[in-house]
């Protein structure tokens, strides 16, 4: 069993950063795939990126591609996703999740989900 929380959301004008956090509690931390994915009300949850295991792998979707960067400290047991250059579009609930295998492209292939945290960004 794993448990996922995120923190780190609130409001931002456009142009500015905000960087979120996910703390994982439970099985080994270092085992899975971890995840970030949008979603706003009337749309699709969307994918933001992942990282791998060992950091060496690392994917963004093409709308957030240049601007966020994720992270990971297994030591810590926390996934990072620095947000820059922020748009009013990217406002959205933003959702932290593990995978132990599958096309990590797809909300449907994790596992674990976090509660999510809300991002405004304000123009």
């Known amino acids: 069993q794993v448990q996922l929380v995120e923190s780190g959301g609130g409001s931002v004008q456009a142009g500015g950063s905000l960087r979120l956090s996910c703390a994982v509690s439970g099985r080994t931390f270092s085992m899975y795939i971890m995840g970030w994915f949008r979603q706003t009300p009337g749309k699709d949850r969307e994918f933001v990126g992942y990282?791998?295991?060992?950091?060496?792998?690392?994917y963004y979707g093409d709308s957030v591609k240049g601007r966020f960067t994720i992270s990971r400290d297994n030591a810590k047991n926390t996934m990072y996703l620095q947000m820059n250059s922020l748009k009013p579009e990217d406002t959205a609930v933003y959702y932290c999740a593990a995978s132990s295998g599958g096309n990590y492209f797809r909300s449907s292939n994790y596992e674990y989900w976090g509660q999510g945290t809300q991002v405004t960004v304000s123009s």
């Open positions: 990282i791998s295991w060992g950091g060496g792998r690392i």
